[in-house]
Each structure stands twice: as C-alpha cells, then as structure tokens.
C-alpha cells in the first residue's frame, strides 16, 4: 500500500481506502462527497478544521500499513 503524504489529495486517500474516511470525520470534515473536501490536499483540510497534519499522516500511514 503506498504512503500518503501532506500533499496528498484527499479523494485519492479515499480512492486508495475507503476505510480511511472515519479519520476525516473525526476532525469535522461530514461532507466526504463534496467536490471541494475531495479536491484539497491533507495539509489544506487540517489547517481549515485546525488539526495537525503531521499527526494525521502519521495516524492514516499507520491504519494503511495494517
């Protein structure tokens, strides 16, 4: 499975494993489906919704790598 990164699109991580979507959830992102949420990068929806990117790469890197 590859790694994501900061600059990772959103609706590619989605496309890559679905079961990823409960992590944008947590951090408030409820419209998944939405062109806007699918086309920003990791890095652009954290700063919006004030989450650590960092962190969330490293959390999503590790559930992809099970």
Do not use: W
């Amino acid at each position: 499975m590859a790694s994501i990164t900061k600059d990772t699109i959103i609706g590619d991580i989605l496309d890559m494993d679905e079961t990823t979507a409960p992590y944008f959830v947590e951090m408030g992102m409820h419209c998944l489906g939405c062109p806007s949420a699918r086309g920003e990068t990791l890095e652009q929806a954290c700063a919006v919704h004030g989450v650590n990117a960092d962190e969330l790469v490293e959390k999503i890197n590790q559930h992809l790598s099970k």
